[in-house]
Structure formats: structure tokens, C-alpha cells
């Protein structure tokens, strides 16, 4: 398939041919779910934590005597069953991530592409360079091209330049090819490929 290449100021650079085999696929909501769900399970903290009964900081000594006084039967204050005391089976300190195969997750970065192709949402850049880091220069050229949130793939580096300059801008995400990933593409109203993301990608998902 092929897709026009434009330049910063919007002008046509050419045209380029999209390999059907990672951006012809017809999307699948499912694939695309569960790799998500698999990346925000690895981010998630997992640093959750309540104290147990042994961690409280009450005496240990029982309350009252055992039998006689007409009332339940305690030990100490520590028990689940007082306020303040230790939470039984709460939550611990653990990770949440899950395994989902290479194969899988390789596939799930194929649909999201395809996705956002059908969408029409996907746009070719010639290349993301600048001659000096301005970052009021590629506002300019953002605004005059109506991106709003929009993620740009570069080739295995980004111009340190356009890094610099994009950095401040909101809703503008800059990222090399191996840090694409299912979740930013998804969230973003229009993925941005430069001709070096687009072979990275190729060389990459092949």
C-alpha cells in the first residue's frame, strides 16, 4: 500500500510502500486488549501494603480474662475484628506483571499500525531533524498541520535537535523505533512514522 510522505512544512516528499503483511491487517480488539492489558500490568507499582496484626502497634497483652464476663472472647487488640487493628489477607508489595509471548506481542504491534492506517490516522514524515532546537519553530509546524496528541516513531535514533525542541510542546511525543509500543500508539489521535521508523518498524516486526 502506498502512503504520500510529507515534510514539516507540508509540503509532498514522494510517496512510500507500506508492507501489507504489518499494516494491511484487519484490526483485532482483542489482540490489541491484551497486549495492553499486559504492558499497564508491567508498570503497575505493586506497591500497596497494609499492616497485619503483628505490625500494629498495640500491646499484646489480652484484653480481659477469658471467661466470667459475659462477653466474646478476645486476645488482643491487634485482632481484624477492632478498629485499628491488623487487616487480614490485605493487600502486599507484589508484581503485577503476566508473560505474553514475543510472538503475540509482536503480532499485537502489527494491528495497532494496521489500526491506525484504516483509521486514517496514520501519517509518513520525510524525517524529524533540526538544524537548532527551536521549539517555537516546530509548534509552528505542528499547529499549521493540525496535530493535536500525536506520537512520532523515528528510526533507531531521534535528532537530538527535535528531541530537544518537542519536549516542551503538549500532546507532542517523540520515540525511536524500538520504543513503540501498542499502548502510546493507541492513545495518541495520530501516529506520525518517519521514513527511518517506517524500515526500523519493517526490520523489526519482519
Not at 509540503?11 to 503483511?21: I, Q
Not at 495497532?112 to 509552528?140: C, F, Q, R, Y
Request: proline letters at 3%; zero cysteines; hydrophobic letters at 40%.
Amino acid at each position: 500500500m502506498k502512503l504520500d510522505v510529507i515534510k514539516l512544512d507540508g509540503a509532498k516528499a514522494g510517496t512510500v510502500d507500506l508492507g501489507d503483511e504489518i499494516f494491511g491487517l484487519e484490526p483485532r480488539a482483542d489482540i490489541l486488549h491484551r497486549v495492553v492489558r499486559w504492558q499497564r500490568a508491567r508498570a503497575q507499582a505493586g506497591t500497596h501494603k497494609v499492616k497485619t496484626r503483628s505490625e500494629t502497634s498495640y500491646s499484646t497483652k489480652k484484653i480481659y480474662r477469658q471467661k466470667g464476663t459475659g462477653g466474646a472472647r478476645h486476645g488482643d487488640r491487634n485482632a481484624p475484628i477492632f478498629r485499628k487493628g491488623g487487616v487480614y489477607k490485605g493487600p502486599t508489595p507484589r508484581s503485577h506483571a503476566h508473560d505474553l509471548p514475543k510472538k503475540f506481542r509482536k503480532l499485537g504491534l502489527k494491528h495497532a499500525l494496521s489500526a491506525k492506517l484504516k483509521a486514517g490516522e496514520l501519517i509518513v514524515l520525510e524525517s524529524a531533524e533540526m538544524a537548532a532546537p527551536k521549539t517555537s519553530d516546530l509548534a509552528k509546524s505542528v499547529k499549521n498541520l493540525g496535530w493535536k496528541r500525536v506520537l512520532i516513531i523515528d528510526g533507531a535514533e531521534v535528532n537530538e535537535n527535535f528531541a530537544m525542541a518537542a519536549r516542551n510542546i503538549e500532546g507532542l511525543d517523540v520515540l525511536p523505533s524500538m520504543g513503540a509500543n501498542v499502548y502510546d500508539i493507541l492513545r495518541r489521535d495520530t501516529l506520525v512514522l518517519t521514513k527511518a521508523g517506517v524500515e526500523a518498524l519493517e526490520a523489526r516486526l519482519k
